[in-house]
């Protein structure tokens, strides 16, 4: 098999996944052949009760691990068959990543914190700063570009962490329950923000346990038991 896909035209195309994992004499089979595809600017939860498989999915969507058995095609490149230096670049080239715990460096500024995966990419000096800001300006934080995380509230904590997910231009937004650490005003004002980043051409997948952080998506796959139970298409 090359490493070029045939099905350019979709940005994530999954084929029977499986993520099998030994535990002693005990094989579990957290995913169980799992296919589905996403096109670029779609919105789109995975939800599913606890143990359902969808952290085990969203790991291998985010090229945090690869499957046992299937193929995972993202922009045309076969995921499964790359290296670990491939599979690091794709994580910080293509996919953004928001945790619900922030994972904000404590004593680095917001412009720094957002500034670091350019660091990592070696993008020179004063081009990190002017993206890092503008970054920041898309999720209404350039006036807090110097306060440090214990300044901010928890809904600016998680915008930097959206603006560091943003800087690099990702392919994918990907988002784990990222309402999970906020009150319930604080949750829609970031959900509200993912809606406008969707609006302006960003794919988002959420994974969400949460009925109405996901019904802010317009399309939900259901997974229980490590399989797609339902695929609904919502707006």
């Not at 002693?24 to 995975?46: K, M, Q, S």
């Not at 990222?178 to 794919?203: C, K, Q, W, Y």
Request: proline share 4%; aromatic share 4%.
């Amino acid at each position: 098999m090359t490493t070029e896909s045939a099905h350019d035209d979709h940005l994530i195309e999954t084929r029977d996944l499986w993520r099998t994992y030994t535990m002693g004499v005990e094989e579990i089979h957290a995913l169980r052949g799992v296919t589905f595809t996403v096109d670029p600017n779609e919105y789109l939860a995975i939800m599913g009760p606890s143990g359902s498989g969808k952290s085990t999915l969203m790991n291998l969507v985010g090229c945090l691990d690869t499957p046992s058995r299937g193929t995972y095609v993202l922009r045309g490149k076969v995921v499964s068959q790359m290296d670990d230096d491939e599979l690091a670049a794709i994580r910080n080239r293509e996919i953004g990543f928001v945790f619900q715990t922030f994972n904000l460096l404590p004593r680095a500024t917001a412009l720094h914190n957002v500034e670091l995966p350019l660091v990592y990419a070696g993008v020179p000096k004063q081009q990190r700063i002017e993206r890092a800001r503008q970054a920041l300006e898309m999720v209404d934080l350039g006036d807090r570009a110097f306060h440090r995380p214990n300044e901010l509230s928890g809904g600016q904590r998680q915008r930097v962490a959206i603006a560091r997910a943003l800087v690099m231009g990702p392919s994918i937004l990907l988002a784990d329950e990222p309402t999970g650490n906020l009150d319930s005003v604080t949750g829609d004002e970031i959900m509200r923000l993912f809606a406008r980043l969707h609006a302006e051409g960003n794919t988002i997948i959420l994974v969400t346990h949460e009925h109405d952080v996901a019904a802010h998506a317009r399309r939900t796959i259901h997974i229980r038991d490590g399989r797609i139970e339902s695929d609904e298409r919502t707006g």
